[in-house]
């Protein structure tokens, strides 16, 4: 029967997690080609370049063709806008010309009109109304005549000739009368008022031939104005995508970005289960990551912290940090960032939620630049240190219902007694003297010899136990169901002891006695420790091996719960993994908290 010592002296808190070593400065060099193309070459991996040093160079052939054609493109589109900008000063110069001769027509029409109102139409007139008054003197002074050869010839001085001859002149003047006055009297009823509408009619037209002519003019610079444009945008589109492959064939030689040591993006394809290989001749898409320049002066760990101990990590907590490549060396971090989200998890752990936390190791850049990106590493997270707590091996604690006991030995005798358990780490419990603010009687002090995995020595002891607490916990259930009103949910038992941290407070839900206030993370319906360690126990040989537990999620605390480091993991150290985690303790190992 092994024992150890209950002790009194420094107390630290701990979380420990696994991660993986990454760049806290990592340039990712991306193929920036639309659609796909080809490596040329590419610098060999572990190259140690500077910034602005061209690292990889992809295939421009089809680029080039396409810029040459689009070079012919972009001159033509220069040429039809300086041919559209042509004719729109044409078409402003003919605007010009047009409306100059229409406003021409229009003035010409007016001094016509001006003319015939004050020139023309009282010189007709005038002249029409003179030959009127002369017919009518010659008319008058004929009539004399006629009269005076009429009275000669009575008298025998005239022949009768002479007066017919008179006679016919006196009718021709007659004639001649009549005709200027039918001349005067149709200038004015008719000639007079047809030249002054047609000459107003025509100051008209003139007028509205000014305005076709402006409207005309106006549309069909419109027209040249939208050609112009047209060809302007044209133009521009067809320089853009010169420019652009300008910008493609340019991106076909990528530069390092920073200073850094060239590491080939070899990644599995998300979409299917093949291998990227990064390599001379190998095809890449757009956006694919070829490069990564990782800062090997500055490395952190990415690392996940689980939901029930998130919590308790803050910024700037200091971590010590052992990476798998180099056994036996300890790095120095601090905790430089925390996520305030889960990280996305899908299939069987979609409902496990973990947290990113990066860590920047802080020791100098000699001793850093050993390290690459990708090691695998753990880091220990101090969550917090007391110098004086009373402390007992967590393989010393049984956990029976919601109950812990211990069996001091003493004098050859053994005694079962139950305690409260407050905080733990990897290895130890603490045992609280102070509960509420309250001083507290642990029952038990520094130097009592607790006995090392008691259920292998004490099975009947711990029956007994766990039939009495049964018993008890039964009782409160059925109190419970009397006292829950006919309606509603039924109550929830509670307590007078404290709950693993030390205070009081109800049972844990699921019917889980052991399990502090509010249940163990992830609910209370998971299998007992004994129950999950007989599933994995393959070899029945009572002992859990890393290859056991390889495809369980236990492989990533294994070490943390195999206490006494001898490489396997008993059903006590199991227990006792599964109390520092009902105990509300930040330790890194074990499995998630049983259910019973």
């Given amino acids: 029967m092994i024992t150890d010592a209950a002790k009194l002296g420094p107390f630290e808190i701990t979380v420990t997690e696994r991660g993986t070593l990454d760049s806290m400065k990592n340039a990712v060099l991306s193929s920036k080609v639309e659609g796909a193309t080809t490596i040329i070459s590419i610098v060999p991996e572990g190259t140690t370049v500077n910034a602005g040093d061209l690292v990889c160079e992809l295939d421009s052939s089809t680029l080039t063709d396409k810029e040459t054609a689009q070079e012919i493109l972009v001159v033509r589109a220069r040429a039809m806008l300086e041919q559209a900008n042509e004719g729109l000063a044409i078409q402003k110069t003919q605007n010009d010309s047009d409306t100059a001769a229409s406003q021409l027509k229009y003035d010409l029409a007016k001094l016509d009109l001006e003319k015939f109102l004050n020139g023309d139409l009282v010189q007709q007139v005038e002249d029409l109304q ?25 008298k025998g001085y005239k022949n009768q000739n002479d007066l017919e001859s008179e006679e016919l002149v006196l009718q021709r003047n007659e004639l001649d009368k009549k005709s200027a006055e039918t001349k005067l009297r149709a200038f004015k009823d008719f000639t007079q008022k047809r030249t002054l509408k047609e000459l107003e009619a025509n100051s008209v037209e003139f007028a509205r031939e000014i305005e076709r002519t402006d409207r005309k003019g106006k549309a069909a610079l419109a027209q040249k104005d939208a050609e112009v444009e047209s060809c302007r ?33 070899n990644v599995k394809d998300g979409r299917s289960s093949d291998q990227i290989v990064i390599m001379e001749g190998a095809s890449v898409r757009e956006r694919q990551a070829i490069i990564n320049l990782p800062d090997l002066d500055n490395m952190k760990v990415n690392a996940r912290i689980h939901e029930s101990r998130i919590s308790q990590v803050q910024a700037n907590q200091k ?205 209370g319906n998971r299998p007992d420790p004994a129950t999950r360690f007989k599933d994995l126990d393959k070899n029945s040989d009572g002992k859990l091996s890393k290859d056991e537990v390889a495809d369980d999620r236990m492989a990533a605390r294994f070490d943390s719960m195999d206490a006494d480091a001898d490489g396997l993991v008993t059903l006590e150290e199991m227990k006792a993994a599964s109390a520092r985690f009902r105990a509300g303790g930040g330790g890194a190992g074990g499995p998630r908290p049983p259910a019973n």
């Avoid at 589109?237 to 993006?265: F, H, N, P, T, W």
């Avoid at 007992?392 to 029976?400: D, G, H, I, S, Y």
């Avoid at 507290?440 to 520094?446: G, L, N, S």
């Fill in 233 to 265: 945008l044209t133009l521009e589109v067809e320089a853009k995508k010169l420019e652009r492959l300008k910008d493609q064939i340019a991106a076909c030689k990528i530069r390092a970005s920073q200073d850094g040591q060239v590491v080939y993006a």
């Fill in 130 to 154: 003179a030959a009127v008054k002369l017919a009518d003197e010659t008319l008058s002074r004929t009539q004399e005549s006629c009269k005076y050869i009429r009275e000669m010839t009575q």
């Fill in 319 to 523: 971590v010590t940090v052992k990476v798998d490549a180099y056994p036996g060396e300890v790095f120095n971090g601090i905790v430089d960032s925390v996520a305030s989200v889960p990280s996305s998890t899908g299939g069987f752990a979609r409902d496990f939620k973990e947290y990113e936390a990066s860590v920047k190791i802080v020791d100098d850049a000699e001793k850093v630049n050993k390290l690459r990106p990708g090691l695998t590493a753990s880091v220990e997270i101090l969550v917090e240190r007391r110098p004086d707590v009373l402390q007992v091996p967590v393989q010393a604690v049984v956990t029976v219902g919601n109950r812990q006991f211990i069996f001091i030995a003493k004098d050859r005798h053994v005694k079962t007694q139950e305690i409260k358990v407050g905080k733990s780490n990897e290895r130890m419990l603490e045992i609280p003297t102070k509960i509420d603010g309250k001083d507290y009687d642990p029952k038990v002090k520094e130097g009592d010899e607790v006995v090392m995995n008691p259920r292998s020595h004490f099975k009947k002891e711990i029956d007994v136990l766990e039939s009495e607490v049964a018993k008890e916990q039964a009782k409160l259930r059925a109190k419970a169901a009397d006292a829950a009103p006919t309606q509603g949910p039924p109550l929830v038992p509670k307590t007078d002891q404290p709950t693993a941290s030390g205070q009081g407070g109800p049972m844990a839900a699921g019917g889980n006695p052991g399990a502090p206030a509010g249940g163990p993370p992830g609910g």
